[in-house]
């Protein structure tokens, strides 16, 4: 079994946002779904971190859902800034079983497990975007703190996913809310969506504070999901500070 991690899907199956207006997305669809079978296996689960549907309710992002759930593999969802269908955890749920999604799951405020890491995350925000005054970057920092520690209770490493990078601008501008919960966990890896064209050449892989921080939009890859390292465990040390 193995994990893999592609975000920022952008997914129009039944509406009108159609992604080939953009510089090489052309076919992007196509492109994911035969990357997607060539490489992942159903006993496989594949993370997606946000931005997976334009449709604007669970109706217009139907279609797009089906497609994702007839992929090969389990599929872990975390929301985007773009998912204004995903509304509250309840009716996903109902709208799971009326669709029959069987590999889906909606990560909030919580953790799964997959092979040997225990996936966790939230949806972030903008390191610049404080205009409320900071309220909502306060309320996404207690969702990842929350779901940090349903991960931790599984006894896996804690991978987090985020759709809003924790950096902006090569690193100088830093998302202080969010960056502080993950220096207060054993977090080895984050990976993080959000990014495109020209924004996203300037985050290639790089490590901080000891912890690994990768770009995985979908463009970015070239619409391959990236698979995810075999999890070291959570080191023995590890204090609450």
Known sequence: MAVFAIGDTHLSLSCDKPMDVFPGWQDHAARLEANWRRLVKPEDTVVIPGDIS?????AEAAADLRFLDSLPGKKI?????HDYWWVTMKKLQEAKE???LSSLTFLFN???????VAVCGTRGWGAEEKADGGKVIRREAGRLRLSIEQA????LEPVVFLHYPP???DGGSVCEEIY?????YPIRRCYFGHLHGEKSGRYRKFTRDGITFSLVSADFLSFCPKRIEKSEGIPKNFKKQ
Do not use: H, I, P, Q
């Open 54 to 58: 334009w449709g604007m309710d669970l």
């Open 77 to 81: 969802l975390l929301k985007g800034n």
């Open 98 to 100: 009326r669709l029959r």
């Open 110 to 116: 919580s953790a799964a497990a997959a092979e040997d």
């Open 152 to 155: 931790l209770m599984t006894g």
């Open 167 to 169: 950096f902006y601008d």
């Open 180 to 184: 502080s919960v993950l220096l207060d």
